[in-house]
Nanobody, 127 residues
Framework: QVQLVESGGGLVQAGGSLRLSCAAS????????AGWFRQAPGKEREFVAG???????????DFADSVKGRFIISRDNSKNTVDLQMNSLKPEDTAVYYC?????????????????WGQGTQVTVSS
């Protein structure tokens, strides 16, 4: 069982940056898949970024096309955290952002493949 708590959301102007953090507790998190999803009002939850353990301290990362080159996902296993650095933010990035994790060997970009979810944190980008 894993508990996830997100932090770092807020209001930022277009072009600005925010860093979201997801803290995991309750289990060894190192080998878990971890991802960030977002959901805007009236829209379905969509994949943003994710990481999958390969071996040692090496992780594979993937990003939605809409955020490639702007967002960075990173993990700190000493703190059991996975962060999302969001740069060059746009109004269309406005959404509730969710952290997700799962112990199984599945893909990164499908919400139903994650068993554990945080409560979400609001990100609002003003134009």
């Amino acid at each position: 069982q894993v508990q996830l708590v997100e932090s770092g959301g807020g209001l930022v102007q277009a072009g600005g940056s925010l860093r979201l953090s997801c803290a995991a507790s309750g289990s060894t998190f190192t080998t878990y898949r971890a991802g960030w999803f977002r959901q805007a009002p009236g829209k379905e939850r969509e994949f943003v970024a994710g990481t999958r353990w390969i071996s040692g301290n090496t992780y594979y990362a993937d990003f939605a096309d809409s955020v490639k080159g702007r967002f960075i996902i990173s993990r700190d296993n000493s703190k059991n955290t996975v962060d999302l650095q969001m740069n060059s933010l746009k109004p269309e990035d406005t959404a509730v952002y969710y952290c997700a994790a799962d112990a199984t060997l599945r893909g990164l970009n499908t919400a139903r493949d994650y068993a554990y979810w945080g409560q979400g944190t609001q990100v609002t980008v003003s134009s």
